[in-house]
């Protein structure tokens, strides 16, 4: 079984700064990890994944995410938002071969990019 | 590439109807579908996993005779809510996954209202 602990429930930045959202998680196999954003009454956009080899992860927007297996955690960082990246971000990891590919999610942590 | 729809967007029923929401892989075909529901300013959470031609399986908690799935072939799953209440009002969420098996890919959402 896995777990995802999202650290912040809420991350307020202003634009044009950094940004860094915190994920931590908990398996006994192997896992797969993912970042997804949500926007307002949207479904899920992939952002970035680690499936193997680069603990650095770049996906799209700006967004990247590093893989950190000593800590068991996937942070994922924006050098410089804008008030687009306003959203609901979710980690989540699922377990390699797990039944059905399951996804866990984390709770989510809201992104305000104030101008 | 990977398009997945959901139909409706948003539907508005009264209590003790049934609704029926489609989930479609636009182009591929999906093995497996999932179903999520995700109640305001929550995470996602798994309702249940289906594979084509099979029965689906339920997560813990979730009532098999109040939330029907079928999927009845790769581009198709359907999710009925029967005898619906106004405590069943959330935002459900359809992915699928294809090749590769790790990555879903997540439909719009609808959003249902229970009066």
């Known amino acids: 079984a896995q777990s995802v602990t999202q650290l912040d429930s809420q991350v307020p930045v202003f634009e044009e700064a950094p940004v860094e959202l915190r994920c931590n998680y908990s398996s006994s196999v192997s896992v797969y990890l993912f970042w997804y954003v949500q926007y307002p009454n949207q479904g899920l956009q992939l952002l970035l994944k680690y499936l193997s080899g680069s603990t650095l992860v770049k996906g799209i927007n700006g967004f990247e995410a590093e893989f950190n297996k000593s800590q068991t955690s996937f942070h994922l960082r924006k050098p410089s938002v804008h008030i687009s990246d306003t959203a609901e971000y979710f980690c989540?990891?699922?377990?390699?071969?797990?039944?059905?590919?399951?996804?866990?999610f984390g709770g989510g942590t809201r992104v305000l990019v104030k101008p | 590439g990977a398009v997945v729809s959901q139909h409706p967007s948003w539907v508005i029923c009264k209590s003790g109807t049934s609704v029926k929401i489609e989930c479609r892989s636009l182009?591929?075909?999906?093995?497996?579908m999932f179903w999520y529901r995700q109640f305001p300013k929550q995470s996602l959470m798994l309702m249940a996993t289906s594979n084509e031609g099979s029965k689906a399986t339920y997560e813990q908690g979730v009532e098999k005779d109040k939330f029907l799935i079928n999927h009845a072939s790769l581009t198709l799953s359907t999710l009925t809510v029967t005898s619906a209440h106004p405590e069943d009002s959330s935002f459900y969420i359809c992915?699928?996954?294809?090749?590769?098996?790790?990555?879903?890919?997540f439909g719009p959402g609808t959003r249902l209202t229970v009066t």
């Open positions: 182009d591929f075909q999906a093995t497996t």
């Open positions: 992915s699928a996954t294809g090749t590769p098996y790790y990555e879903q890919y």
């Open positions: 989540a990891v699922s377990g390699y071969g797990a039944a059905g590919n399951k996804l866990t």
